[in-house]
């Protein structure tokens, strides 16, 4: 039987291509998604692969979808926390909504995802949490105080449920892509994305999503078992920790 992989925010851009790429390794996939059911209809259709609707940011939605997930494909094996959102404004213009926002789906999504499926991972002696944060948790970002905050948070939990998991079988791992050529990014104006993006980017082109979908494939396997509270800095030279 297959392992179970759960991916949040997994029906777009950079989580479809992981979703794909876990059910092509060989894994019973589940796409979270919170909002657009037209793209996860579309999505399933393209792929056959299952989706369940609740948002990240409500503890008790997450631990009602992740029951469903487990009563339907099985035990959660792999978690793939990617779902995130942006609410972007200088700080002095950031209301307390906008925080709130980011680091509840951001940040305490992560908790939410997790906490529901610790006790499972550990009674099993096996499990592979991999938290998606970003370039902007490891070097910050004018105009997204709310958004690198909770990035970097991403980073201080990995670290820490790395040391508490490790005994129990259980890895814990992050991934900071940097610049990624999703429908988002691309949709940039293109003067921009050529004259102040990529030059910034020593490897000269932006990232493809299925480039950090094979990183989560690779830390998800068996052979990454002994990779764990590490960091996969996946930007083209951008920034270097």
Sequence with gaps: MSRTALVTGGTRGIGAAISKALKDAGYSVAAN???NDEAAAKFTEETGIKTYKWSVADYDACASGIRQVEDELGPIAVLVNNAGITRDAMF???TPQQWKEVIDTN?????NMTHPVWGGMRDRKFGRVINISSINGQKGQAGQANYSAAKAGDLGITKALAQEGA????TVNAICPGYIGTEMVRAIDEKVLNERIIPQI?????GEPEEIARSVVFLASD???FITGSTITANG???FV
């Design 167 to 170: 005994r129990a079988g259980i």
């Design 202 to 206: 020593p490897v000269g082109r932006l």
């Design 33 to 35: 998604y919170a909002g």
């Design 223 to 225: 052979d990454a078992g």
């Design 92 to 94: 002095h213009k950031m």
């Design 237 to 239: 030279g951008q920034f």
């Design 107 to 111: 940040l305490t999504g992560v908790f």
